[in-house]
């Protein structure tokens, strides 16, 4: 048998791959974490969609984190989306009462996630938007995009980062209206359709 030397890098064979985490299932994940909107509020909106790899199979353990303005194009800096509990010091959700504008959302088994939330208002010269982060497994630094929603058509054709952008990738970039306020937006990782993603530098 062949004694092999392991103590430098050179004289070790790779390995098979493994799956690349970090994993987001424990402690991130609370209570009522996409119902953004006031409870019962009339003028709520559902964003919902799905998050797919570069094959376009759906992602089960995927996250999308959501913010937003109000329908006055207010960012909102009130507490509210994650209380304690004071005896037990565990997550109670959202007091539903305040908008804060945030949600974190994990994807079902099916790769499918969903908030409700208030139309956003415009800001500054851009067409109103929703920001979305996405965290995902093999992904060692998150994702950033933005969901528009259709309407106003003016006003995305005036948006300034959609006016850089060819048709069908400025497409990747606005939710489909699908009637009684829901508006679908998936997210492709990679491949065909990827969705657009931002760059903060």
Known sequence: MTKIDTSSPENVLPTPSHTVGPFYGYALPFPGGGDIAPLNHPDTITVQGYVLDGEGKPLPDAFVELWGPDPDGKISTTDGSMRRDPASGGFLGRNGVEFTGFGRIQTDANGHWYAHT????????????????????????????????????????????????????????????????????????????????????
């Open 118 to 201: 208030l139309r956003p208002g415009a800001r500054g010269q851009s067409a109103p938007y929703i920001s979305a982060c996405i965290f995902a497994r093999g992904l060692l630094v998150h994702l950033f995009t933005r969901i528009y929603l259709p309407g106003d058509e003016a006003a995305l054709a005036a948006d300034p980062l959609l006016a850089q952008l060819a048709p069908e990738r400025r497409d990747t970039l606005i939710a489909e209206d699908q009637g009684n306020g829901t508006y679908r937006f998936d997210i492709r990782l990679q491949g065909e359709g990827e969705t657009v993603f931002l760059e903060f530098t």
